[in-house]
């Protein structure tokens, strides 16, 4: 492995990258600043948005992504299949995700409308269910008041995958 790529918005995503680099020792850039030689075997992190992990075709064309990471609202583990199913990913791939939170006021342009349109749509939903599950609970109180569930823990399963590759 040569490196860990990512694309980050409002932050989670680049703190899982470097958080991932320290433990794996794998030095860490940006998707649009990496010095990596194209050819490269990479791990690429990249937000969650409609299921698409963003950055994800660009780095696929360019390096040999040995492993994908989605930095999501949802519980971390979850959505792996509807990743894997909307970004095309190779099905010898490992696909990860981790939650990492929901700051709209670091949100930008369209990204800004679409998401606060979510949050009035989906929210609304959420907050008029009786019978919501625990993860609709915490779903619904980070649309509310945004949340960071960025944690060492959430990064397990992908530093479990890396330790068995050596």
């Keep these: 492995m040569d490196a ?8 989670f995503t680049e703190r899982y990258a470097k958080m991932l680099a320290e433990k794996t020792g794998l030095p ?16 690429y992190l990249g937000w969650v948005m409609a299921s698409g992990v963003k950055g994800y075709k660009k780095a696929a064309k360019k390096y040999k ?20 199913k909307a970004n095309s ?7 990860f995700t981790m939650q990492g939170g929901f700051d709209i006021t670091k949100l930008h342009g369209m990204y800004r409308f679409m998401m606060n349109t979510m949050v009035k749509t989906a929210g609304k939903g959420l907050k008029n269910k009786t019978d919501r599950t ?18 060492e823990e959430h990064m397990k399963a992908i530093l479990d ?3 068995e590759q050596k």
Aim: aromatic share 6%; glycine share 8%.
């Design 4 to 11: 860990i790529l990512y694309t980050s918005n409002t932050g």
């Design 28 to 43: 860490v850039y940006a998707l649009d600043k990496s010095p990596v030689p194209t050819g490269a075997e990479i791990i």
């Design 65 to 84: 992504v040995k492993a994908l990471c989605g930095v999501c609202m949802a519980t971390t583990g979850s959505q792996i299949t509807e990743l894997r």
């Design 89 to 95: 990913v190779p099905a010898n791939m490992p696909v």
């Design 134 to 151: 625990p993860e609709e609970d915490e779903m619904l109180e980070m649309m509310l008041h945004g949340g960071d569930y960025v944690s």
């Design 161 to 163: 995958w890396y330790r």
